[in-house]
T-cell receptor
Framework: QQQVKQSPQSLIVQKGGIPIINCAYENTAFDYFPWYQQFPGKGPALLIA?????SEKKEGRFTISFNKSAKQFSLHIMDSQPGDSATYFC???????????FGEGTQLTVNP | IAGITQAPTSQILAAGRRMTLRCTQD?????MYWYRQDLGLGLRLIHYSNTAGTTGKGEVPDGYSVSRANTDDFPLTLASAVPSQTSVYFCASSRYGLAGGANEQFFGPGTRLTVL
């Protein structure tokens, strides 16, 4: 049972493009939604996170858009660069005690 | 500061053999976790420990055991490995446990395990 569904599984864009990765969750008790970035051969690392009381959060070229009523959130990467090529995982957490539940992951390739 | 170290980096193991994956953190974090990563399935929690001396089951605990004798070490043991346990295993830690609010998890570099 996958409580966080992520799409697409893979994504290829040209440098400067704006890749968008989408996630949908089922557990309405989730109140923390982080995105992790993983480079080949490395462990994941926290990229950006959002709480459901805001609809958008920006950190540099990375933006999370959050739609609480639809139970969906997405990651946008502005002016994407080849160095952004990585696997991205969304996740949801019920901070009062449940585990962090990850989506399936999206492998992003940014071509030069 | 090393953060989280895992050993071995990779291992090929015959089915039925016992294997312990090692994980050590130097951040004095209270909580530690073990995940397995499989293509198309993301990261799935195997076991966790909110603090030294306590452990809990995650989403896919069967066939695995853990112990947390001290703050720094959190070994994962496969008592009798099976081919379905072929995966990449990540250890992670966080300052607080799962009930401690939103807190960043720091991941190790992973162990690639192949069970034949």
């Amino acid at each position: 049972q996958q409580q966080v569904k992520q799409s697409p599984q893979s994504l290829i864009v040209q440098k400067g493009g704006i890749p968008i990765i989408n996630c949908a969750y089922e557990n309405t008790a989730f109140d923390y939604f982080p995105w992790y970035q993983q480079f080949p051969g490395k462990g994941p690392a926290l990229l950006i996170a959002i709480r459901p009381d805001v609809s958008e959060k920006k950190e540099g070229r990375f933006t999370i858009s959050f739609n609480k009523s639809a139970k969906q959130f997405s990651l946008h990467i502005m002016d994407s660069q080849p160095g952004d090529s990585a696997t991205y995982f969304c996740a949801g957490e019920e901070t009062s005690g449940s585990r962090l539940t990850f989506g399936e992951g999206t492998q992003l390739t940014v071509n030069p | 500061i090393a953060g989280i170290t895992q050993a071995p980096t990779s291992q090929i193991l015959a089915a039925g053999r016992r294997m312990t994956l090692r994980c050590t953190q130097d951040m004095r974090h209270n909580a530690m976790y073990w995940y397995r990563q499989d293509l198309g399935l993301g990261l799935r929690l195997i076991h966790y420990s909110n603090t030294a001396g306590t452990t809990g089951k995650g989403e896919v605990p069967d066939g695995y055991s853990v112990s947390r004798a001290n703050t720094d070490d959190f070994p994962l043991t496969l008592a009798s490995a099976v081919p379905s346990q072929t995966s990449v295993y990540f250890c992670a830690s966080s300052r607080y446990g799962l009930a401690g609010g939103a807190n960043e998890q720091f991941f190790g570099p992973g162990t690639r395990l192949t069970v034949l």
